[in-house]
């Protein structure tokens, strides 16, 4: 079984396999329409996000005066974009795809609990996500 047809091994992935060497088309289609990347305040962007460059951003997040201290990751899909954020203190903003003109907004416990929730961001798991968070006033 390939890593693509299986949602939650798409954390452990850099970038989606190369249409042209994968065989199974649901899994190619699915790389095409899927893309994410994650935004730093302080200046820093990558593409093909996984949860070892959230890791990274947290890290480098912790060091951060309060200005500067926030990133967060964008996954689209089909032309559509969702977004999660974090800033130093764990406040966490949302906003998805299908209502993007509200966004939802929570409080994470510490560092592990933010992790685990960009994991499920990045498995799509967005209802997860939004029952976590709360609308915003």
């Known amino acids: 079984m390939c890593a693509w047809s299986v949602l939650p091994f798409l954390?452990?992935?850099?970038?989606?396999?190369?249409?042209?060497r994968h065989k199974h088309k649901?899994?190619?289609q699915f790389a095409r329409t899927m893309e994410t990347y994650l935004q730093t305040?302080?200046?820093?962007?990558?593409?093909n996000?996984?949860?070892?460059?959230?890791k990274m951003a947290i890290e480098?997040?912790?060091?951060?005066?309060?200005?500067?201290?926030?990133?967060?990751v964008g996954l689209i899909?089909?032309?559509?974009e969702n977004i999660f954020q974090v800033?130093?203190?764990?406040?966490?903003?949302?906003?998805?795809?299908?209502?993007?003109?509200i966004e939802y907004k929570g409080q994470g416990k510490d560092w592990n609990e933010i992790e685990s929730l960009f994991e499920i961001f990045l498995a799509d798991k967005m209802d997860t996500i939004?029952?976590?968070?709360?609308?915003?006033e």
């Open 11 to 20: 954390r452990h992935l850099a970038s989606p396999p190369s249409p042209s």
């Open 26 to 28: 649901r899994c190619v």
């Open 41 to 47: 305040a302080w200046g820093d962007q990558w593409d």
């Open 49 to 54: 996000v996984s949860t070892d460059t959230v």
């Open 60 to 72: 480098g997040l912790k060091k951060m005066d309060d200005e500067h201290g926030v990133f967060w």
């Open 77 to 80: 899909k089909k032309g559509e």
């Open 87 to 101: 800033n130093k203190k764990l406040g966490l903003i949302a906003v998805f795809e299908d209502n993007p003109e």
């Open 130 to 136: 939004r029952a976590r968070l709360r609308k915003a």
